[in-house]
């Protein structure tokens, strides 16, 4: 399979603890993107990179989230001393190409619970 | 404020008729748009595009209308199946690489 994939599927957590979220985007893709989903609506825009450049954050993207792609291949997400606020499904797109906009495929999302 | 708009939190459609699924925005900058499906415990699934220099853009059994002086576009389904039952998203991008999502349709097609 060819795809986009994160793990874990499924994260639950307890407050103030620390989680990383992993992405592998397809593998010719050089853009790599997350995304925020909450309950009825739609995925929110969290942060962009071209190859291993972190080119755009979103406000969404408070200090307690950093995400990095060290190789230009996967990514992490973590997030530090979890909020209950942070309970969403979390997306990760990937796209080829350079200049104006590029369709983006999505993996199955990471699931986070913070209890 | 949300930038993309979709009014209709659900529809319903008998099987074999046309489904149109509404989305609305406001920044006329957008020069990108996109319709995703998904599924429940799934992530979105890419279903069509168009780019703003087209009005219209169709694969298959879908087809995408772009109304630019009205920022409105619109998926149409024919004939619409049980299967495409899910949760469909439009998407809009101003030449950079965030996209604006709707908060979704949820589609029931009746059998």
């Known amino acids: 399979d060819t795809g986009v994939s994160q793990n874990p599927r499924h994260k639950i957590t307890k407050r103030g603890q620390n989680v990383t979220f992993r992405c592998d985007p397809i593998s010719e893709h050089n853009r790599l993107y997350w995304y925020r989903q909450t309950l009825g609506q739609g995925p929110e825009f969290l942060t962009y990179f071209q190859n291993e450049a972190q080119l755009e954050k979103s406000r969404l993207l408070s200090d307690r989230f950093s995400a990095e792609r060290p190789k230009g291949s996967f990514s992490t997400l973590e997030i530090q001393r979890t909020e209950q606020g942070d309970s969403a499904m979390y997306l990760c797109?990937?796209?080829?190409?350079?200049?104006?906009?590029?369709?983006?495929?999505f993996g199955p999302g990471t699931r986070l619970l913070v209890l | 404020d949300q930038q993309v708009k979709q009014n209709s939190p659900s529809l319903s459609v008998q099987e074999g008729r046309i489904s149109i699924l509404n989305c609305d925005y406001t920044n006329s900058m957008f020069d990108y748009f996109l319709w995703y499906k998904k599924y429940p415990a799934e992530g979105p699934t890419f279903l069509i595009s168009?780019?703003?220099?087209?009005d219209k853009n169709e694969d298959g059994r879908f087809t995408v209308f772009l109304n630019k002086s009205a920022k409105h576009l619109s998926l149409h389904i024919v004939p619409s199946q049980p299967g495409d039952s899910a949760v469909y998203f439009c998407a809009a991008s101003e030449v950079g690489n965030q996209f604006y999502f709707g908060t979704g349709t949820s589609l029931t097609v009746i059998p």
């Open positions: 797109a990937s796209s080829s190409g350079t200049g104006g906009p590029k369709t983006q495929y």
């Open positions: 168009i780019s703003s220099i087209k």
